[in-house]
Every structure is written in structure tokens, then in C-alpha cells.
């Protein structure tokens, strides 16, 4: 079968609509430090309740979310939902027949001993060869990879980044992943935004994948 992703993308810095959200996502709005990252918050919430809300036929303003034990929300009987934002920019994933993960980051100069702490073995000698910009790409297609896998099995950072492995090039796959067949993982490449690089991770087990942009 083909699994068909829907993929969102919007800018954070263009109000949200703070009435759509439930107590619990106003008083995380309410703890944020400054005024910027509240409204980002609110823009970020508010808008993958509009697009839930348009996509599935719901109010979005009554979408209940139910968040397993690691503090990932979901819908009751699915589908399979991620949101992930970085800066002013966010990027929702949704998929009816697997489960998928999205992670977006801007690309930005990271010192090495990042990449020491969390990456496998592997991982680090594929970045051996690179520096400078060639180096800090390379270092985003692994993380953000590894981040939508951890993201589609539910997991987040609660899982080790260095217990697997995918990678850097411009080929995205899962090599190696305790408890997982690396054939049943789909990754997709993204460049949702200048400056700005992510994947999507699909638990696709062996069909094809669509991936459809939406407004």
C-alpha cells in the first residue's frame, strides 16, 4: 500500500488564535519567559488545531489530545500526527495508516563535542572528513533524522540519539535501531525554509510513501 503524508508549514511570527486553545496549552503559554515565545507558542497550537480541525472535519477548539508517557500528543483512533517547530517556522506531518514523526531545525554552527555526546560511533566518523558549513549541514541531516525516527516511535529524547543510527548523506535511512527493522522505516528529507533542514520519519513497512504539501 502507499502511505499518503500530509505536510503544513507556517510562520510562527503571524498571530495564533489564543481562544482555540484548552487550559492546559494557556497555562503553558502562560509560563513562557517572554512575550515572542508565548506568542509563538499560541501560533504553533492554534494552528495545528485549525489544520486537524480542517483536515478531519472537528472544532478545533474541541479537539481533545491524549499524551502517552512520554508527553507525546495523539488523537483517540488516530491518525498518526507531528508537530515540530523551530524559530518562527513550524511543520505538521499527519499520516492515516503509519506512524510518522517530523523534526525541523535551523541550521546553525554547532561546536563537535555535541555531536561527540550524542551521536553513534558511526555517525562521528562520517562527520571526521567535513568542516565548516559541509560540517554543520551534515551534523542537521543527522539530527534531524534521528529526532522524527524518535518522534514516530513515540519515544522523543527519552531514547538515547546514540542507540541508533542513520545517515548523513543525502541518501536518508535507518541503519541500525535496537527492536526495529530498518526495512520497515521510511526518511524523508526536507528544506521546509532557507536556512532551515528537517525529515520526516514514516514507519512505512516496506509500501511506497506520498508526500502531498498542503496550505
Known sequence: MTHR?????????RPGDEALLSPDEHARAAAFATGTLRARFIAGRSGLRQRLGAHLGLDPARIAFRYNRFGRPGLPGGPSFNLSHCGARAALVLCPTAAVGVDIETIRPIE????????????????????GAAWDEAFFRLWTRK??????????LDTPLASFEVTADDRPRLLRAEGQRVQDWTLIHLSPAPGTMGAIAVEARGGGVELRLRD
Do not use: H
Not at 503524508?5 to 511570527?13: E, N, Q, V
Not at 529526532?147 to 522523543?156: D, H, N
Open 5 to 13: 503524508i500530509d505536510l503544513w508549514t507556517w510562520d510562527l511570527d
Open 112 to 131: 563537535r563535542a555535541v555531536a561527540t555526546r550524542f551521536f553513534a560511533p558511526a555517525e562521528l566518523r562520517d562527520l571526521e572528513a567535513l568542516s
Open 147 to 156: 529526532e522524527a525516527f524518535l518522534k514516530a516511535v513515540g519515544t522523543g
